[in-house]
């Protein structure tokens, strides 16, 4: 029994969610590989080496593979699908547009989301935006699964020696092609891998005020900005700061809260940071269910506060 983890990477080192997901994988038993269908990526694949628990790397090179297009990530996985019982993507954009081609091809059932490995053939996965945790058992030869990083701790990225195996890339489908991307450029970490996120809610009222008093915090904080989707939704913040089920999924270390009441669709998206901090104004805010720290005030004159004594 052997495991495959699809690499997320940005060809020349390893993505954080790459990490939680080879720790999903060492759960499911036996050995662990790691596929890098890259473009002159031998230095991911060389990274993929140097993590603790992995076996073995397989690095596929080609220019097909330059602009990571769903189509031929997946036809390079269905290639050496034939040698693993267990096929592990992260769960976040990339992982999820991969994983339901090549399940679909094998002709077995995708396993989404899983936040725990029971057996190898048992997994939990939460549903109804994380208020019930369903535990799912596979029959199908191969397992294909999408893990949600929040769920596993990362494997150590350095500690290992892996044998790296180059192998021949699969040709371009031809199916797709790239034609460009936009891609927003900040000095601030990661959404998704950062240790300290600040959210603002509806209840800041505009752009203008978000900007005023939200970036002042995370600046003092070295954070991250994060929005619920009614902010976003408002145009108060960027799509690619949502925070939630239909979002992006955190759990850094601290999570601070502003004027975000707490809709279920979005403590599914960060209810597992380790410290939540919430201040809103309303005591009957869904917020202050999760909150190891709440504060009842009006965020325009607390956060404020919070910047002066920080």
Same mark, same amino acid.
């Given at each position: 029994m052997t495991s495959l983890v699809i690499a997320e990477h940005d060809h020349a080192s390893i993505k954080g969610a790459t990490l939680n997901t080879v720790t999903a994988a060492a759960?499911? =038993? =036996?050995?662990v590989h790691v596929l890098v269908a890259g473009h002159n990526a031998g230095a991911a694949a060389?990274?993929?080496?140097?993590?603790? =628990?992995?076996?073995? /790397?397989?690095?596929?090179?080609?220019?097909?593979?330059?602009?990571g297009l769903a189509e031929n990530v997946a036809a390079q996985v269905l290639a050496i699908a034939a040698n693993y019982?267990?096929?592990?993507?992260?769960?976040?954009?990339? $992982?999820?547009?991969?994983?339901? &081609? /090549?399940?679909?091809?094998?002709? /077995? =059932?995708?396993?989404?989301?899983?936040?725990?490995?029971?057996?190898?053939?048992?997994?939990? &996965?939460?549903?109804?935006? $994380?208020?019930?945790?369903?535990?799912?058992?596979s029959a199908d030869a191969t397992k294909v699964i999408t893990v949600r990083t929040t769920g596993f701790d990362p494997a150590a990225a350095t500690g290992g020696?892996?044998?790296?195996?180059?192998?021949?890339?699969?040709?371009?489908? $031809?199916?797709?092609?790239?034609?460009g991307s936009e891609i927003a450029k900040s000095d601030r970490p990661e959404l998704t891998a950062a240790k300290i996120i600040v959210s603002g809610g509806r209840a800041l009222g505009s752009s203008e005020k978000f900007s005023e008093v939200m970036t002042p915090l995370a600046d003092k904080l070295g954070a991250a900005l994060g929005a619920s989707r009614a902010a976003v939704d408002a145009g108060y913040a960027p799509n690619d700061w949502q925070v939630g089920q239909t979002g992006k999924i955190v759990a850094p270390q601290l999570y601070v809260a502003c004027g975000i009441s707490g809709a279920i669709q979005h403590l599914a998206g960060m209810k597992d940071s380790k410290v939540i901090v919430a201040i809103n104004k309303d005591p009957e805010a869904p917020i202050f269910s999760v909150a190891d720290y709440g504060l009842e005030a009006?965020?325009?004159?607390?956060?404020?506060?919070?910047?002066s004594t920080l």
């Amino acid at each position: 029994m052997t495991s495959l983890v699809i690499a997320e990477h940005d060809h020349a080192s390893i993505k954080g969610a790459t990490l939680n997901t080879v720790t999903a994988a060492a759960a499911c =038993g =036996g050995d662990v590989h790691v596929l890098v269908a890259g473009h002159n990526a031998g230095a991911a694949a060389a990274a993929a080496a140097q993590i603790a =628990g992995v076996a073995k /790397v397989i690095h596929a090179d080609s220019a097909a593979f330059a602009n990571g297009l769903a189509e031929n990530v997946a036809a390079q996985v269905l290639a050496i699908a034939a040698n693993y019982s267990h096929i592990l993507f992260p769960a976040t954009a990339s $992982g999820k547009n991969v994983a339901p &081609r /090549v399940a679909a091809k094998l002709d /077995v =059932g995708q396993i989404s989301d899983i936040t725990k490995v029971e057996s190898p053939d048992t997994f939990e &996965r939460p549903i109804y935006a $994380g208020n019930a945790i369903a535990t799912v058992q596979s029959a199908d030869a191969t397992k294909v699964i999408t893990v949600r990083t929040t769920g596993f701790d990362p494997a150590a990225a350095t500690g290992g020696a892996a044998a790296v195996d180059a192998v021949s890339a699969t040709a371009d489908s $031809g199916k797709s092609s790239f034609v460009g991307s936009e891609i927003a450029k900040s000095d601030r970490p990661e959404l998704t891998a950062a240790k300290i996120i600040v959210s603002g809610g509806r209840a800041l009222g505009s752009s203008e005020k978000f900007s005023e008093v939200m970036t002042p915090l995370a600046d003092k904080l070295g954070a991250a900005l994060g929005a619920s989707r009614a902010a976003v939704d408002a145009g108060y913040a960027p799509n690619d700061w949502q925070v939630g089920q239909t979002g992006k999924i955190v759990a850094p270390q601290l999570y601070v809260a502003c004027g975000i009441s707490g809709a279920i669709q979005h403590l599914a998206g960060m209810k597992d940071s380790k410290v939540i901090v919430a201040i809103n104004k309303d005591p009957e805010a869904p917020i202050f269910s999760v909150a190891d720290y709440g504060l009842e005030a009006d965020l325009f004159a607390a956060v404020p506060e919070l910047i002066s004594t920080l």
